[in-house]
């Protein structure tokens, strides 16, 4: 009998030091408030993320947590993310820093080049620029590192183009930023190549249900696919993992050609549905990162009051999304917009005009945008140079409608620190 009740103790003895020292691990509640580093004022709405899920703060920028968790992070549109570890119980302020990034685009190519990476980097010491949106799957699907995803799918061993993966690219990730720069992850989702080749079973088919390839010679994949979505959220997943600040989605819709075939109808609803929803399962898988989650969508979307075809209206992308970011390039709008049929001679219109709309429409504030401008020379009008006028135009445009920042796009990744802003 002793011998049992030694044994009882010990083993009651042991359970309450696990106890202890889980106690010691975790915080049982918290509650907190997240401000405004500069105003301190409270920000309304903030995510703010935890082991036990994701919460928005209310009206006076206060959360409570009743679960257990050790650390919590924080993001808001507008702001630098944040985190924060917990060593008591005691209410927390949590102090997010205003930041507007303001990028140009490092193709797969160009992050790998380091001629134009560190080009691109310079910019930050002599313009606004302060950010960069860097290829983690590029329209040729090829990834600037070695992906587990694309190697487990198969899509490494179709890649019709080959780069030598960057060695160490998280570390490469973090001297940038140690200089103090925004990091996009851009990954292009359903036009891709290498994937339907390694599974034509969930390729886009045309009338005749072959395999249907757009005017470059490239294949998409079905974007009812859900396989299609997992393959890219794993993608996604490592970008996050790496230390990007934010995954932005591209290529996000249908195919803009008729008389193809999906796996479902290709009407409206279903077009629309499936588009909010792989955003919505991105949000979710992307939770624990606490990165932000963006979509580019075509500058048309925010006229339009249809999907434009492709599944993006954009009433519907505010509650998935982060940031909506439409492509707002001047020779985009082949077809003019009301009142301004030749878009390349006013640039800055057709940023003002279009973002206005699409305030309009969403009812959104204008930071929860972040424009793509156009800094590459006109191809559908009188193939003008894009200079520091017509550049600066635009991101004046985008600035006085309140956007989070802007991004350029050049495809050479070719930059000029005279036609950037200064500031």
């Known amino acids: 009998m002793n011998m049992t009740r030694l044994l009882m103790r010990r083993t009651l003895l042991a359970a309450l030091a696990v106890m202890a020292q889980l106690i010691s691990q975790a915080v049982l509640a918290v509650s907190g408030v997240v401000i405004d580093q500069d105003t301190l004022k409270p920000i309304a709405g903030a995510l703010v993320t935890t082991s036990a899920g994701v919460i928005r703060t209310d009206d006076d920028g206060r959360f409570d947590i009743a679960q257990a968790v050790t650390g919590i992070a924080v993001r808001a549109p507008g702001y630098l993310r944040a985190e924060v570890k917990l060593s008591g119980d005691d209410p927390v302020t949590l102090a997010l820093t205003p930041f507007r990034p303001k ?55 179709r890649l019709s183009q080959r780069l030598p993966p960057i060695a160490d690219f998280p570390a490469l990730l973090a001297s940038l930023h140690a200089m103090h720069l925004y990091l996009i ?37 079905d974007p ?3 396989k299609v979505w997992d393959h890219n959220l794993d993608i996604a997943e490592e970008a996050a993992r790496m230390g990007f600040d934010e995954i932005q989605f591209d290529y996000v819709r249908f195919p803009d050609r008729r008389g193809l075939r999906f796996a479902s109808p290709n009407n409206q609803a279903n077009r629309t549905a499936a588009i909010v929803a792989f955003l919505q399962a991105a949000r979710g898988r992307l939770a624990p990162y606490n990165v932000f989650v963006a979509a580019d969508i075509f500058g048309y979307v925010c006229w339009n009051q249809n999907d434009t075809g492709i599944g993006q209206e954009i009433e519907t992308l505010g509650a998935p999304l982060d940031y909506i970011s439409p492509m707002l390039y001047p020779s985009g709008f082949t077809w003019g917009v009301p009142g301004l049929s030749d878009p390349v001679t006013a640039p800055g219109q057709i940023v003002g ?8 429409r969403t009812r959104l504030p204008g930071v929860r945008f972040r424009p793509w401008l156009q800094a590459f020379r006109d191809y559908a009008f009188d193939h003008r140079n894009f200079d520091a006028a017509a550049i600066q135009a635009q991101t004046h445009a985008a ?20 036609d950037l802003p200064s500031h």
């Open 103 to 157: 990028a140009v685009y490092l193709s797969v190519y160009g992050i790998h080049s380091e001629s134009l990476r560190n080009e691109a980097v310079d910019l930050a010491q002599h313009t606004a620029i302060n950010a960069l949106v860097i290829d983690v799957k590029g329209d040729r699907g090829i990834t600037p590192y070695r992906s587990q995803a694309r190697d487990a799918i198969g899509a490494t061993a």
């Open 185 to 221: 992850a851009r990954i292009v989702v359903f036009k891709d190549d290498p994937l339907a080749e390694a599974h034509p079973e969930w390729s886009v088919r045309d009338a005749q249900g072959k395999p249907w390839r757009d005017r470059e010679g490239l294949q998409w994949m």
């Open 224 to 226: 009812f696919s859900h």
């Open 353 to 360: 005009r279009t973002l206005t709309q699409a305030l309009l």
């Open 399 to 418: 600035d006085t409608n309140g956007t989070d920042g802007w991004m350029l796009w050049n495809p050479h990744n070719l930059y000029t620190a005279g």
